[in-house]
């Protein structure tokens, strides 16, 4: 049984894709409804955990946070989920703590992570998935980040509104070597949150030689998946 004086961490991702293998080291799961959305209680090591989707993009993403946060006090939020790099400095795998948007201390959770590939660098949240080599390398020269969300900024307002430290660690699941095997527009339908099976269906059959690509990013992903539910369990012990 958890104290009052042990630690309430929330862990956000934006889909159940990106969870999956965190859910799994949870112990005492339960389901959580509260003002309209659901996250999935359980704990490690003693720590209350509360993981929350906050679904892809500004608009689900705040309105889901800001119910996710309303009447609900953590001691610490973790902004975790994918990434995609900029730059070559980055490989599919990595880690990215992102500094801009971090306000725990950083060099506690970087030696939390000495066994990781893990880079301490800007996160650039933006509007859409980013699939050109030209367009990556063009925001990675204005903006100075290494990778891009969808999401981070948008928690980070919520975070500074409520008062809840934040700490950002996002995996690497796509670079300028290692792309999209498909149109982002194929790839997640961003108005329904999920991917239209039929969409990506008719485009393969369209594009067979994306299935082999598609192999390979499935694969790249489920890595990343694993090295991220790692890496949150090695910082969760240690916060």
């Known amino acids: 049984m958890l104290h009052a004086d042990e630690l309430m961490i929330a862990v956000t991702f934006a889909l159940p894709a990106e969870s999956s293998g965190f859910l799994r080291r949870l112990h005492n799961k339960s389901r959580s409804h509260r003002n309209g959305v659901t996250a999935v209680r359980g704990e490690i090591d003693h720590r209350a955990i509360e993981v929350f989707h906050t679904g892809v993009g500004e608009k689900t993403c705040r309105q889901r946070i800001r119910r996710f946060l309303q009447d609900q006090q953590f001691d610490y939020l973790i902004s975790a989920g994918f990434a995609g790099a900029l730059n070559d400095q980055l490989q599919a795998g990595d880690l990215l703590l992102a500094k801009n948007f971090s306000i725990v201390d950083l060099s506690g959770v970087r ?16 509007p859409s998935m980013i699939e050109s080599r030209e367009e990556r390398n063009k925001i990675a020269q204005t903006t100075g980040a290494l990778a891009v969300d969808m999401e981070t900024e948008f928690i980070a307002r919520a975070c500074t509104e409520h008062g809840v430290p934040l700490l950002s660690l996002r995996a690497i ?23 239209s099976v039929i969409k990506l269906v008719l485009y393969l059959v369209k594009h067979p030689s994306a299935i082999p690509r598609l192999i390979v990013f499935a694969r790249r992903v489920a890595r990343a998946r694993s090295t991220l539910a790692n890496a949150l369990l090695a910082v969760v012990r240690n916060l």
């Open 173 to 195: 699941t796509d670079t300028l070597r290692e792309p999209f095997p498909a149109p982002a527009k194929v790839l997640f339908d961003i108005d329904r949150q999920q991917t």
């Open 111 to 126: 030696s939390s992570l000495a066994n990781f590939p893990v880079h301490m660098a800007n996160l650039l949240t933006v």
